[in-house]
Every structure is written in structure tokens, then in C-alpha cells.
């Protein structure tokens, strides 16, 4: 016996059973099987290194006939890289250890539209999601992220561990699917990559000087760990071309995480 209403309908077996079958996942069938895979990559990047990651494992993605949305987060006011001194640089990781929101600006249409996969970037302040991260999914991380299956993607010096735990519990509230993640550390060893990276968000570009330049000769991510993150994308692309499932790929590895 089946009954018929505009969005689903019912269809009792002989067993008694109910299935319910919504038009709306027919119309996402349908629309999948027209189109070639899509992925949302949704990101925020404070000194360019989430972005940069993006940007290659985007590549590796297009490698693999995968369509590419971006969808960059906005704050509404400009945070400024580098932030200017080391006073401002205290304030920024006080304030950022009590996971304090920077609001952004509206987002796109495309957010509305339907994806195979989101994947959503951002660097890590003081182990925490960033400010502008924390906006998107209180506000619209239900809406976007609900009943999707999510892809996390963490840049940060080296403590992505705690990062991790506190995003998973608001991808939980969001609804939000999500079986694996990727995280990049950088590549330098404490505490030079901590000292580093301090006085590169104060302004004071110093891993060419020649104490600090013998422990710590670059800010942020590698090359090595830039063609990682594209070998990722093709890992990814091919998983979604094969209906694979993204939690047997091994994204822990000793060049993303050094």
C-alpha cells in the first residue's frame, strides 16, 4: 500500500514495514548522476598557509575531473597579517585561547547548492578552530554542513590534537557527517617552529637571522607538504569516482605530520 503527499511517500511491504522515500533524495540522485562529482571546499586562511594548502589539494581534486567550489571565509573586519607587534600578538593568542568569534560576512550562494563532499580549512589559534571557523558554524554550519559528509582540514604549528577534539564536538551539533581528517604540522622542530611562527604573526621576520635561521629556516608549510596536499586531492577525487569510502584513505602521514 502506498501513500502519496507532495515531498514523500509511503510504501508499506508485505511485512508491515514502512519505507519512507523522500522525493527530495530522488531529485539528489538524479542530480548526481547528471553531474560529474562536486566538492565545496570552504576555508579560512589567516597568514596564507591554509590557503595555500587548499589551493594544491584543489589541484589534485581538478586532477581527477572533480568540479571545485570555494567558498573563502570573510571576516568583517580585516585582520591584518602580521598583526604588527609582539604586545598585539599576546592579546590575539589570549583572546583566541578562549575561542573568541570573529564574525564574517554573509556567504555565498553556492553554499545552497548540493555536493558529493565539503571540506572545510583553517589554520589552528592557540589549539583551538579559528575565530572566523567558529563564526561559520554557529551560525551556519547546521544549514551548510547538516546531514553532508565533511572533510576537515587543520594547518597549524603542531597541536592540531586539541583543535581536532573541540571541532568534533560542533561538526556533531551541526549534524554534520564526517569519518577522517587531514592536518599539516610545520615541518621545523620545537620550540624554534613556535618561536618562528610567534615572530612572524608580530612581524618580526627573523628565521633569516643567523641564530634563529640554523633551527628554523622557513615559516609555515613545506613544498614537500604542499605536494602532499595535492596527492591528497587525487586520493580524494578518486575515492569519490568510485563511491570509496574517504575513512580508508591515510591522510596521517610522516610528510603531514613531521
Same mark, same amino acid.
Given at each position: 500500500?502506498?501513500?502519496? @503527499? ?6 508499506? #511491504?508485505? !511485512? =508491515? &514495514?514502512?519505507? *519512507?522515500?523522500?522525493? $527530495? ?104 578552530? @579559528? ?6 558554524? #554557529?551560525? !551556519? =554550519? &547546521?544549514?551548510? *554542513?547538516?546531514?553532508? $559528509? ?109
Amino acid at each position: 500500500m502506498k501513500y502519496l @503527499s507532495a515531498s514523500c511517500f509511503f510504501d508499506a #511491504d508485505k !511485512d =508491515g &514495514k514502512v519505507r *519512507l522515500v523522500m522525493a $527530495e533524495r530522488k531529485e539528489k540522485l538524479v542530480d548526481r548522476a547528471r553531474r560529474n562529482n562536486r566538492v565545496l571546499l570552504v576555508y579560512y586562511s589567516f597568514s596564507g598557509q591554509t590557503g595555500v594548502l587548499i589551493n594544491r589539494l584543489a589541484a589534485g581534486l581538478k586532477e581527477q575531473g572533480i568540479e571545485v567550489c570555494f567558498e573563502k571565509l570573510k571576516p568583517v573586519t580585516h585582520l591584518r597579517f602580521p598583526v604588527g607587534s609582539i604586545f598585539r600578538t599576546y592579546l590575539m593568542m589570549f583572546s583566541t585561547f578562549f575561542r573568541k568569534r570573529v564574525p564574517i560576512q554573509k556567504l555565498s550562494a553556492k553554499c545552497s547548492r548540493e555536493y558529493d563532499l565539503i571540506i572545510l580549512a583553517g589554520p589552528t589559534w592557540s589549539y583551538n578552530p @579559528s575565530g572566523p571557523v567558529l563564526s561559520f558554524l #554557529d551560525r !551556519d =554550519g &547546521k544549514d551548510v *554542513l547538516g546531514g553532508r $559528509e565533511v572533510l576537515p582540514l587543520i594547518s597549524c604549528r603542531g597541536y592540531w590534537k586539541a583543535h581536532w577534539w573541540g571541532l568534533q564536538k560542533k561538526l556533531d551539533q551541526c549534524g554534520a557527517h564526517f569519518s577522517n581528517m587531514i592536518a599539516f604540522s610545520h615541518p621545523s622542530p620545537e620550540p624554534w617552529r613556535t618561536i618562528g611562527a610567534f615572530l612572524n604573526i608580530a612581524g618580526n621576520n627573523r628565521e633569516r637571522a643567523g641564530f634563529i635561521s640554523k633551527h628554523y629556516n622557513r615559516f609555515g608549510h613545506s613544498n614537500e607538504q604542499m605536494e602532499e596536499a595535492y596527492r591528497f586531492g587525487v586520493q580524494i577525487g578518486e575515492s569519490l569516482k568510485g563511491n570509496a569510502l574517504l575513512a580508508a584513505i591515510n591522510f596521517q602521514t610522516k610528510l603531514a605530520l613531521p
